[in-house]
């Protein structure tokens, strides 16, 4: 049987106990990123979809490096936002963070959110060491 190894870098061992769920797992090759949201260094979660898009996708890469993984080995993206008028705002946030080499990708609106202001949430998988 595969070994699981639980990703939760520094700072987020709140939201792991807090919340009961870790940030990614790591499995044969493979992470699994939890979503991710608009949650600036700050706590804070700005108004503007386009600002909660980078922390979204600023989140999602720090927690691929803690797992020994990068934004460039990211194979599946899933996109939940709960207005999908938003898209193309978000999309020139993705294409910030994805230039090139897109990972397959799906964008869905949804009801809501775990917190009444956020916007956009975002959930990944990739390669570890690809």
């Known amino acids: 049987?595969?070994?699981?190894?639980?990703?939760n870098p520094p700072g987020?061992?709140?939201?792991?106990?807090?919340?009961?769920?870790?940030?990614?797992?790591?499995?044969?090759?493979r992470v699994d990123v939890a979503g991710q949201v608009g949650l600036g260094p700050d706590m804070k979660i700005p108004e503007d979809v386009g600002a909660?898009?980078?922390?979204a996708l600023t989140n999602l890469k720090t927690v691929l490096e803690?797992?020994?993984?990068s934004l460039a080995e990211?194979?599946?993206l899933t996109m939940y936002l709960t207005d999908i008028a938003d898209s193309p705002i978000v999309n020139e946030a993705f294409s910030e963070f994805f230039p090139d080499r897109y990972p397959a990708r799906t964008v869905v609106q949804v009801v809501a959110l775990v917190l009444p202001?956020?916007?956009?949430e975002?959930?990944?998988?990739?390669?570890?060491g690809g």
């Open 122 to 128: 975002v959930q990944a998988s990739a390669v570890v």
């Open 12 to 29: 987020t061992e709140a939201i792991y106990q807090a919340y009961k769920f870790s940030q990614a797992v790591v499995v044969g090759g």
């Open 66 to 69: 803690a797992a020994g993984s």
């Open 52 to 55: 909660q898009a980078r922390y």
């Open 117 to 120: 202001q956020l916007r956009i």
């Open 74 to 76: 990211v194979t599946q």
């Open 1 to 7: 049987m595969a070994k699981l190894e639980l990703i």
